[in-house]
């Protein structure tokens, strides 16, 4: 039986890793996070609240432990947050990722861990694994970072880098693209989008298989994991009125240099899927496929 840790478990991917892996009986599944437990079915695994960067007490939990797999879910992805708040950033987005680098040496532990496209400048889109990175906001940086931290060590290792994840799950903290379009529409109100930003969204019900698929095939190194179809965000959003039968007509487009977030976004990103699909065995569908899907785990 693979015993598996998650920290961050009460975030988008943390519950659907649960989902996912609770069904099945071959692994052991842990639950860390701060504060308590916002997962709907508290039996069948044990859940600790802890401050995942207080290093001394997590080492602690973790040697208690002694899982075979971390999947490392936890960070601070609030882009702008970012810019402003880089000491917190870097706590959580690269002093977590080096205390967990430095376990999983000490026990030959597998560390699974969550990267983003915002490691890139947006200036080719369509990015492979091996693409030179050149993150344009502090978010970025620091998730380049963390890449850097794991590259860079011994340990058994696997990223997975991934795009404006959405999905929905018990109690969420934090909103996503899909679900805010969505309420804004429904309730009836104009919303205004970027039309020169381009982006694979990601369902995070893919992102955990993905997971699950590096852990049984043990597979290490970096794999891009998002749907399949370059989108303008702005397309994004006339998707989802689409898909959930909204009024598209309430979406106007807005340039980014007229929005004029506080971190710079890059322009096209996208991921070239070839390696993903070759030996991570992950099937890649367009957004509106994944839409249809996510639309009817809704309903």
Known sequence: MKKIVITG?????GQSLLDLFLSEKEYEIIALSRSENRYPVKEGYPFYSIELTDKVTLNNLLEELNPDFIINTAAMTQVD?????????????????????AFSKKINCHLIHISTDFIFDGKQGYYKETDAPN????????KLKAEQVLVSSTIEYTILRTILVYGKVHDM?????????????????EITIVNDQYRMPTYVNELALACKLAIDKKVTGV?????????SIYEIAKQIAEVFNLNAAL?????????NQRAKRPAKTGFDLTKTTNILGLQTCS?????????????
């Open 287 to 299: 957004f509106k496929e994944d839409l249809q899907k996510f639309k009817e785990k809704l309903t």
């Open 9 to 13: 478990s009460n975030g988008l991917l």
């Open 135 to 142: 993150p344009l906001s502090y978010y970025g940086l620091s």
């Open 223 to 231: 794999f891009n994991v998002s749907s399949n179809q370059l989108l």
């Open 251 to 259: 979406i106007k487009p807005i340039s980014s240099e007229i929005l």
């Open 81 to 101: 947050v970012c810019e402003d708040e880089k000491e917190a950033c870097d706590t959580i987005n690269v002093k977590l990722v080096e205390n967990l680098v």
């Open 173 to 189: 903290s934090r909103n996503n693209i899909v679900l805010w379009v969505r309420q804004m529409l429904t309730e009836g109100k």
